[in-house]
């Protein structure tokens, strides 16, 4: 099995992103774009990978570490061309290997399918493969020049002929190396041009001089977009999203308005899901057979049992857990907080940092009040309790099994299991007041016009 090294290079500064953060970690579906293309690459079966930064790119490595803890970074201290940018991994890449791809973190859309076939040039003899695409205008694209099936050139527009600008298969960008020739061809790569740079694109010619053929393998344009604008970070993310829901239709998921539903990357389904409309998934977020999340809802970082619903106009935050059958409604709000199976939570409350037991109901307008300006604090609800509407619950307390909280109730000390309890102000009716009070307010008004 031929082994495989990956060279990442995620050096750019992305100034047209005008964003202080590196462009690589701009996200696409819920993650970096440099998280997507390691997971292509892993995935396409690579031995190793090595990751090329820019200078102070700490953030990069620690993304580059947390999705592929076994890759290596290198550094590249001086902007000298994407040749240099490669031999920056120089390490990686005496270390021999059958095949060398050369990627870029900014094309978040690259699949393992076509690293795969980029490789496959490798396999017939090529000393170097190139991926190549057809945008509908391919102007500011380097040419692709081939005859007979193997490439020829790669010609930059502004050194190109007429003819060459009419070719319409253009460069990606993603290149493929003999591992056993790599270091000798990026080795003869020369900065006589007018920026001074080394060119990895130079790759073909020289590989030619030496006898050794160069392969073209073309793919769908939308595989090898990169992104280097605001605009083309919001082209990428159309299409991730359709890749998205193409793919949970499919494993039997119901979309009702596919096109308004957005999910991250790592959203799972079981079967027998129904999403309605305007639905947004950030990361993780798990949600089992038979679930239902309801319109214009936010789901991030939560788990969402078999047979529960959720919304419409709900929010789960990360460390929802809501066990089978669970039922939360509109404008309520979830953060760290497990519901067992059957709890209903169904209007207008917030619970957080809490523990509700099975088959309670939490009424309209509760909130469990977890944050007392310096900690949080946790509330914890048994089963088959209730609590009125309009409570709250100042954690820490704990309301036992089959408790009962009357509405309106500020419970601050632990109730027990079966207890009622009512924490709220005597009502006094003063008869005549409200009129007398009236008379008062009134006195010396203008009357309205």
Do not use: W
Not at 64 to 74: G, I, K
Not at 252 to 278: C, K, W, Y
């Amino acid at each position: 099995m031929r082994q495989l090294l990956v060279i990442v290079l995620a050096a750019g500064e992305g100034t047209r992103m005008r964003s202080a953060r590196p462009k690589v970690l701009h996200a696409v579906a819920g993650r970096p774009m440099v998280a997507h293309v390691l997971d292509a690459a892993l995935e396409a079966g690579a031995a190793h990978v090595a990751v090329v930064i820019g200078p102070d790119h700490d953030a990069v490595a620690a993304e580059v570490r947390r999705v592929a803890p076994q890759a290596e970074v290198f550094v590249q201290a001086e902007r000298r061309g994407t040749a240099h940018a490669v031999l920056a991994a120089r390490a990686a890449l005496e270390r021999g290997f059958d095949d060398v791809v050369v990627m870029y973190g900014d094309t978040p859309l690259v699949q393992p399918e076509t690293i795969a076939a980029l490789r496959a040039p490798l396999t017939e003899g090529a000393a170097v493969a190139v991926l190549g695409f057809r945008p509908p205008d391919p102007t500011g694209y380097g040419r692709l020049v081939t005859e007979g099936g193997e490439l020829v050139a790669i010609r930059e527009e502004k050194e190109a002929s007429a003819e060459e600008r009419a070719i319409g298969l253009c460069n990606a960008g993603l290149m493929a190396l003999d591992g056993r020739a790599a270091l000798d061809l990026l080795g003869r790569v020369d900065d006589a041009n007018a920026k001074q740079e080394f060119y990895l694109t130079d790759v073909v010619a020289i590989a030619r001089a030496l006898g050794g053929r160069a392969g073209v393998c073309e793919v769908a344009a939308e595989d090898v977009a990169g992104v280097n604008s605001r605009a083309q970070l919001a082209e990428a993310e159309a299409i991730f999203q359709r890749r998205l829901r193409a793919r949970v239709l499919e494993a039997g998921v119901t979309l009702v308005a596919p096109e308004t539903v957005f999910l991250s990357a790592d959203t799972s389904f079981g079967r027998d899901v129904i999403v309605e409309p305007n639905v947004c998934f950030g990361p993780g977020v798990r949600v089992e057979d038979g679930a239902t999340i309801r319109a214009f809802s936010h789901v991030e970082g939560a788990h969402v049992g078999p047979g529960a619903i959720v919304g419409p106009f709900a929010r789960l935050r990360p460390g929802a857990e809501l066990g089978q059958g669970v039922h939360v409604g509109n404008f309520v709000e979830i953060k760290a907080s497990d519901l067992a199976p059957g709890a209903k939570v169904n209007h207008l409350s917030y619970v957080g940092d809490s523990s509700v037991g099975a088959n309670t109901n939490i009424g309209a307008g509760t909130i469990t009040c977890n944050y007392d300006g310096f900690r949080k604090h946790r509330t914890v609800i048994g089963a088959n309790a209730f609590v009125g509407t309009n409570s709250l619950l100042v954690a820490p307390v704990s309301v036992g099994d089959g408790a009962y909280i009357g509405t309106g109730s500020v419970i601050t000390d632990d109730v027990p299991a079966d207890a009622l309890a009512i924490g709220r102000a005597r009502q006094v009716n003063k008869p005549g007041l409200a009129a007398r009070l009236r008379a008062r307010l009134s006195a010396g008004l203008a009357p309205k016009k």
